[in-house]
């Protein structure tokens, strides 16, 4: 009996021991799968945290401190009904006195771009417009007082400057190496959100073409446009449109929309332009005009057969007014700088950014030949004479002037800007308008116009105006 107990007790010991044994090999198993399950998954977190850090990401870091916000405060005048004259018994008499303008107080928002570690900042025209103080926001929640150092109607672009030193600025790109389908990123301050988050908002699509022509607001045609599918929504103009190396390609301006917000349809000047623009408002505080001498049309297909020309694109020179100029009339202008000019919308937006001075090398076909042409771009010389009165600048009609804006008269005074809220303004005159007659006396130059001014009662002055081929009155009463 005793062996018996004997052998159980042995039995049972080892059988204990082996257990144990066994335990411990499976938690320390366990253990050791445990942590090479955290290891394997830092490294996973590690590896998604590198992938991440798209080019898109790198490319925001780089820009994104030069990107302000810009508050303008300013007053508007604004078309309406005089409250002394509401009854509708004075409806019949309303188109015999001139519109009745109040002035409105406004606040508008927008966007900028930081361009140098002094403090120059580059942003639309229309964001300043009419504007009587300029703040400035940096996403590090610094303000500054902007002041406007010069603006430019016609691109839409002005340039402010704030006093700093050592700011965060941008880097600005090519625009003229572009691939359809790249990368593009807004960045801005859409809706005034930074005034509460002092960080701009991105958006990201791609390029979606360049050389876009859009007619804007009034007069104003937007020419050689980059177009983006990046949301761009109100507050985003003048910021920056940035490519994947962190280089501002363009600057915001705009989007065609019929909801009011982004359609996937936005627009940016191309930043070559804008960099030739700001050059030209630090140096003179407006920008040159420039002209190349010569009249172009479209070539038909009929009249590229009969010179025995069969390229897909090219534009015929009908007129030189400028003989110095090399070019010919019954050249086909085919290249300008490398690029094809398909229509004359394309040597129009071509030669909208060209300033005096620039030299352009035009690949003409003449008489059966191709030949390299060097042209150099002529400054469009204005007296640019202030009318303050009127808060008219004004200009004594030359040739280069009546050939580039087709104007019918000979002589006559030609308007160069009409300030907003003006006189001017409030008669209805706009930049381009050719003042040939006050009253019965002809108008040959800004100095005549002067003394007809002096020598006129106010109330009885008529001006007899050319605007777009069409002749008509406008009249002080």
Request: net charge neutral; with cysteine; aromatic share 10%.
């Amino acid at each position: 009996m005793r062996k018996i107990l004997y052998f159980v007790f042995v039995f049972l010991v080892l059988a204990s021991g082996f257990y144990l044994f066994h335990v411990q090999k499976l938690e320390n198993n366990s253990s050791t799968e445990v942590k090479n399950l955290f290891v394997d998954t830092a490294v996973a977190d590690e590896q998604i945290t590198i992938s991440r850090r798209t080019a898109i990401v790198t490319a925001t870091e780089r820009v994104k401190e030069a990107v302000v916000s810009i508050t303008v405060i300013g007053t508007r005048l604004v078309a309406g009904r005089n409250p002394l004259f509401e009854d509708p018994f004075f409806d019949f008499f309303r188109d015999f006195f001139p519109p009745y303008y109040y002035k409105q107080r406004v606040v508008s928002l927008g966007s900028g771009v930081i361009i140098s570690p002094d403090g120059y900042i580059i942003t639309n025209e229309h964001v300043v417009e009419g504007g009587d103080t300029v703040k400035v926001t940096l996403p590090n929640g610094r303000n500054f007082d902007g002041e406007i150092v010069g603006i430019d109607k016609r691109h839409d672009i002005a340039l402010i400057k704030i006093h700093g030193q050592s700011l965060p600025y941008a880097k600005l790109g090519n625009s003229d190496d572009l691939y359809i389908g790249e990368w593009a990123i807004a960045i801005g301050n859409p809706l005034g959100f930074l005034m509460e988050d002092v960080d701009p908002t991105v958006t990201v699509g791609v390029i979606s073409a360049v050389h876009r022509t859009i007619k804007g607001r009034g007069e104003r045609v937007y020419r050689d446009m980059i177009q983006t599918d990046a949301a761009i929504n109100p507050g985003n103009s003048g910021g920056a449109l940035v490519n994947s190396l962190g280089e501002v390609i363009g600057i915001n301006t705009f989007i065609l929309s019929q909801s009011g917000g982004s359609e996937g349809l936005g627009f940016a000047i191309p930043i070559n332009t804008v960099k030739k623009i700001v050059n030209e408002l630090r140096k003179y505080g407006y920008v040159r005009e420039a002209y190349i001498g010569v009249i172009c049309q479209d070539l038909t297909k009929k009249l590229a057969s009969t010179l025995g020309y069969n390229k897909s694109y090219g534009i015929f020179v009908t007129d030189v007014y400028d003989k110095s100029v090399k070019l010919r009339e019954g050249d086909i202008i085919e290249k300008v700088n490398g690029r094809k000019i398909f229509n004359l919308g394309d040597w129009e937006d071509f030669t909208y950014a060209v300033l005096p001075g620039e030299r352009l090398k035009i690949l003409v076909y003449r008489n059966g030949k191709e030949k390299l042409i060097e042209v150099v771009a002529k400054e469009l010389h204005m007296d640019h004479v202030y009318i303050k009165d009127f808060g008219m600048y004004l200009s004594t009609l030359t040739d280069p002037l009546r050939v580039i804006y087709s104007i019918n008269h000979e002589e006559g005074v030609f308007v160069e800007e009409v300030e907003p809220g003006s006189l001017g303004q409030r008669l209805g005159f706009i930049k381009g308008d050719v003042i040939y007659r006050i009253n019965r006396k002809n108008i040959a130059n800004v100095e005549e116009f002067k003394n007809m001014l002096k020598s006129t009662t106010r109330g009885g002055l008529v001006f007899f105006i050319e605007r777009k081929g069409e002749n008509f009155i406008l009249q002080i009463r």
